[in-house]
């Protein structure tokens, strides 16, 4: 055979091509542990199948396993994945569990592909190399590394791989056969993800010369020094990947100004039509929105028939809320310090908990913290640079300085998580006194406290604010706690009679208005709706990078003086599911918003509500709306802490309501 006749003659050449192919498996091998290290092996993975409108979706497989870069066989009855530096084969038909595809080595990378006649795979580990579907001898095909597959032409003749040769990574192309590779577009900086159209007229890539990623082309044949803008706008868009029936041009779009190609992310699947010969502003249509990214789409995701089209979307698994010990340099952690702080854990979980469950929203999670096996709570102990005396652990902004110094002295990876930091400066006078907080679901959060030493024991019977928990500040310790997993301030609701509320004022101030009970606090109503599905609550990753889009229709503020009530009522419209409306009231002009009354209502299935507060201030008043997404999510406008603001006035003993 012709390609046999390019095979090394001498024995030489092969022990050479063997020893270059094992020195690259031993690379990327110990990148995939790197990898799987950063949480990978415990990612849940979906790998769906839809067709050209997005209109009818299937599950192939739901997995526990990392399974990415799904590509279709050559026949259309099977996909080749990429999991654990193998490659796997699963049926379209999801009847069958994956099963593993010889390739003489577990160091492959997910850039593969299954050849036009369906025979070859095409292969990255450090370099390009080829090998019979059915198992067989590696080839190389490459000269260089790294070297990352893109795709084939459709005569399979040709390969077309993204590779760095000095200049940054950019697209070459090298025939199958062998030969020089030749570099496709060098009138640009960046090109990469590369895709041939089926009629192989065209070669479709991404490049981010301009600072964010847009997508492409260049002639197959012929002049490739002239690219051609296919689309650009304010997303981050890649792996453009054209339909076999040379209808559709697929693609996966992150948000604005993401650098390269992440894993888990908020991810859109689009669709434009397939240029012709001239480019022409193009509709975009979304197909799936999803958790993902690297990964999701593979270098064939079409079916032969060009009817269907499969990626893979990801479910990382649920953050932790992780207890560190900061001391400066100079400083030792005091004696019972993990005692101490396992008791405040065990005060914090007994309050959240009932609190959420007393409102009708439980949690799913039995904890929230990592515990020893012993039942103990995990304290991280951190050290900072520098003495006491130094004074750079006075104020709050280091938040981020102690989570790097603890992830890397811990080995934490992943995103999302939650971090509460305990400031120990020295006893009594002495105190780390800026306490703060400040968190979304969607990324997770920080809280900073003081640590205090002064005797006494923490007891998780009581309320926050009595007997020794009182003394030590309980309440504001877990209160900053709240701002880390994206709670805002939230004031008593004094009719209730309920005492003062975690999120609202210090205990000081909430005596000095001489309300009752000045020592209980509780959870609101609307902090445990803002809890419940936040990640750690609800136990599940799912879609929590996702940032719902939203939209409120039909909105109507209305007073009754009979009752001295107002109603509000109005649809939300948006692309997630969302199971709770909140409302906060601003009492007056003359307070801050630890004292905003907060309002809930759960919201129907078709997204409409109605919420209704008593005796409202005879005043002007702002009101401020948010919604609760089951992902955790929690805004009313679309951004991460967003609301929509809305008002009233009040005048000669009338309301006016804004819309």
């Given at each position: 055979?012709?390609?046999?006749?390019?095979q090394?003659?001498?024995?030489?050449?092969?022990?050479?091509?063997?020893?270059?192919?094992?020195?690259?498996?031993?690379?990327?091998?110990?990148l995939?542990?790197?990898?799987?290290?950063?949480?990978?092996?415990?990612?849940?993975s979906v790998?769906?199948?839809?067709?050209?409108?997005?209109?009818?979706?299937?599950?192939?497989?739901?997995?526990n396993?990392r399974?990415g870069?799904?590509?279709w066989?050559?026949?259309g009855?099977?996909?080749?994945?990429?999991?654990?530096?193998?490659?796997?084969?699963v049926?379209?038909?999801?009847?069958?569990?994956?099963k593993?595809?010889?390739?003489?080595?577990d160091g492959?990378?997910?850039?593969?592909?299954?050849?036009p006649?369906g025979?070859?795979l095409?292969?990255?580990s450090?370099?390009?190399?080829?090998?019979?579907?059915?198992g067989?001898?590696?080839?190389?095909?490459t000269?260089?590394?790294?070297?990352y597959?893109?795709?084939?032409?459709?005569?399979?003749?040709?390969?077309?791989?993204?590779?760095?040769?000095?200049?940054?990574y950019?697209?070459?192309?090298?025939?199958?056969?062998?030969?020089?590779?030749?570099?496709?577009?060098?009138?640009?900086k960046t090109?990469?993800?590369?895709?041939?159209?089926?009629?192989?007229?065209?070669?479709?890539f991404c490049?981010?010369?301009?600072?964010?990623?847009?997508?492409?082309?260049?002639?197959?044949?012929?002049?490739?020094?002239k690219?051609?803008?296919?689309?650009?706008?304010?997303?981050?868009?890649?792996s453009?990947?054209?339909?076999?029936?040379?209808?559709?041009?697929?693609?996966?779009?992150?948000?604005?100004?993401?650098?390269?190609?992440?894993?888990?992310?908020?991810v859109?699947?689009r669709?434009?039509?397939?240029?012709g010969?001239?480019?022409?502003?193009?509709?975009?249509v979304?197909?799936?929105r999803?958790?993902?990214?690297?990964?999701s789409?593979?270098?064939?995701?079409?079916s032969?028939?060009?009817?269907?089209?499969?990626?893979?979307?990801?479910?990382?698994?649920?953050?932790?809320?992780?207890?560190?010990?900061?001391?400066?340099?100079?400083?030792?952690?005091p004696d019972?310090?993990?005692?101490?702080?396992t008791?405040?854990?065990?005060?914090?979980e007994?309050?959240?908990?009932?609190g959420?469950?007393?409102?009708?929203?439980?949690?799913v999670?039995?904890?929230?913290?990592?515990?020893?096996t012993?039942?103990?709570?995990e304290?991280?102990?951190?050290?900072g640079e520098?003495p006491l005396?130094?004074?750079?652990?006075?104020k709050?902004?280091?938040?981020d300085?102690?989570?790097?110094?603890?992830?890397?002295?811990?080995?934490?990876?992943?995103?999302?998580?939650i971090?509460?930091?305990?400031?120990?400066?020295?006893?009594?006078?002495?105190?780390?006194?800026?306490?703060?907080?400040d968190g979304?679901?969607?990324e997770?959060?920080w809280?900073?406290?003081?640590y205090?030493?002064?005797?006494?024991e923490?007891?998780?019977?009581?309320?926050l604010?009595?007997?020794?928990n009182?003394q030590y500040?309980l309440?504001?310790?877990i209160?900053?706690?709240g701002h880390?997993?994206?709670?805002?301030?939230?004031g008593?609701?004094?009719?209730?009679?309920?005492?003062?509320?975690l999120?609202?004022?210090?205990?000081?101030?909430?005596a000095k208005?001489?309300?009752?009970?000045?020592?209980?606090?509780?959870?609101s109503?609307?902090?445990?709706?803002m809890l419940?599905?936040?990640?750690?609550f609800?136990?599940?990753?799912?879609d929590r990078v996702i940032?719902?889009r939203v939209?409120?229709?039909?909105?109507?503020?209305?007073?009754?003086?009979?009752?001295d009530?107002?109603t509000?009522t109005?649809?939300?419209?948006?692309?997630q599911?969302?199971?709770t409306?909140v409302?906060?009231?601003?009492?007056g002009?003359?307070?801050d918003d630890?004292?905003?009354?907060?309002?809930?209502?759960?919201?129907?299935?078709?997204?409409?509500?109605?919420?209704?507060?008593?005796?409202?201030?005879?005043?002007?008043?702002?009101?401020?709306?948010?919604?609760?997404?089951?992902?955790?999510?929690?805004t009313?406008?679309?951004?991460?802490?967003?609301?929509?603001?809305?008002?009233?006035?009040?005048k000669?003993?009338?309301?006016?309501?804004?819309?």
């Amino acid at each position: 055979m012709k390609d046999e006749q390019k095979q090394p003659s001498s024995r030489k050449k092969t022990h050479v091509q063997k020893l270059v192919f094992s020195l690259a498996v031993l690379i990327f091998c110990a990148l995939q542990s790197f990898a799987q290290d950063f949480g990978y092996d415990t990612t849940r993975s979906v790998i769906t199948i839809t067709d050209a409108n997005g209109k009818s979706k299937r599950i192939v497989l739901d997995s526990n396993q990392r399974f990415g870069a799904p590509s279709w066989s050559g026949d259309g009855t099977y996909l080749v994945l990429n999991s654990g530096g193998k490659l796997w084969r699963v049926s379209v038909d999801g009847k069958e569990k994956p099963k593993p595809i010889s390739t003489g080595t577990d160091g492959v990378d997910i850039d593969h592909g299954v050849s036009p006649d369906g025979k070859t795979l095409a292969i990255t580990s450090g370099a390009l190399f080829a090998v019979p579907i059915d198992g067989g001898e590696p080839r190389q095909l490459t000269p260089q590394s790294p070297s990352y597959f893109q795709g084939w032409s459709p005569d399979g003749k040709t390969l077309v791989y993204t590779a760095n040769r000095g200049r940054g990574y950019e697209i070459f192309s090298i025939d199958f056969a062998g030969g020089e590779e030749r570099r496709l577009v060098p009138s640009l900086k960046t090109s990469d993800a590369a895709n041939y159209s089926y009629d192989g007229a065209w070669i479709y890539f991404c490049s981010h010369d301009s600072g964010n990623s847009e997508l492409w082309r260049v002639a197959a044949r012929g002049d490739s020094s002239k690219p051609e803008l296919v689309l650009a706008d304010e997303r981050a868009n890649w792996s453009p990947r054209p339909s076999p029936d040379g209808k559709w041009l697929f693609y996966l779009s992150y948000p604005p100004k993401t650098q390269s190609f992440p894993a888990d992310r908020d991810v859109i699947l689009r669709r434009i039509p397939l240029p012709g010969a001239k480019i022409k502003p193009a509709k975009v249509v979304d197909i799936a929105r999803f958790t993902g990214g690297h990964g999701s789409i593979g270098k064939r995701p079409w079916s032969p028939d060009g009817h269907s089209f499969a990626y893979v979307s990801y479910e990382p698994p649920p953050p932790s809320v992780r207890i560190v010990m900061f001391t400066p340099s100079d400083l030792e952690v005091p004696d019972g310090a993990n005692q101490r702080l396992t008791k405040i854990a065990d005060s914090a979980e007994r309050f959240l908990f009932a609190g959420m469950k007393q409102w009708g929203y439980p949690a799913v999670t039995t904890n929230i913290f990592r515990r020893e096996t012993n039942g103990s709570a995990e304290v991280l102990r951190v050290k900072g640079e520098f003495p006491l005396s130094s004074g750079r652990y006075w104020k709050p902004n280091y938040a981020d300085y102690v989570i790097d110094r603890a992830s890397r002295q811990y080995e934490i990876t992943g995103e999302g998580h939650i971090w509460w930091i305990f400031i120990y400066l020295g006893d009594r006078p002495t105190r780390f006194d800026d306490w703060r907080g400040d968190g979304v679901s969607r990324e997770g959060g920080w809280a900073m406290v003081n640590y205090d030493t002064i005797p006494g024991e923490i007891r998780s019977d009581l309320g926050l604010d009595e007997g020794f928990n009182a003394q030590y500040f309980l309440k504001g310790s877990i209160h900053e706690l709240g701002h880390a997993f994206g709670l805002p301030h939230a004031g008593p609701d004094i009719p209730l009679d309920l005492g003062n509320s975690l999120m609202g004022p210090n205990m000081d101030v909430y005596a000095k208005k001489e309300y009752p009970h000045p020592d209980h606090v509780y959870l609101s109503e609307a902090s445990a709706a803002m809890l419940w599905k936040h990640p750690v609550f609800s136990g599940t990753d799912r879609d929590r990078v996702i940032q719902p889009r939203v939209k409120l229709i039909d909105y109507h503020a209305r007073y009754s003086q009979t009752d001295d009530v107002v109603t509000l009522t109005g649809k939300l419209i948006s692309d997630q599911p969302a199971h709770t409306v909140v409302v906060a009231e601003d009492l007056g002009p003359h307070e801050d918003d630890h004292w905003f009354r907060n309002h809930s209502a759960r919201l129907a299935r078709s997204g409409s509500f109605t919420v209704r507060f008593d005796h409202p201030p005879k005043s002007d008043v702002h009101y401020q709306i948010r919604f609760c997404f089951q992902n955790g999510c929690t805004t009313g406008d679309g951004t991460p802490t967003g609301y929509i603001q809305k008002s009233y006035t009040y005048k000669d003993g009338h309301f006016e309501f804004g819309e």
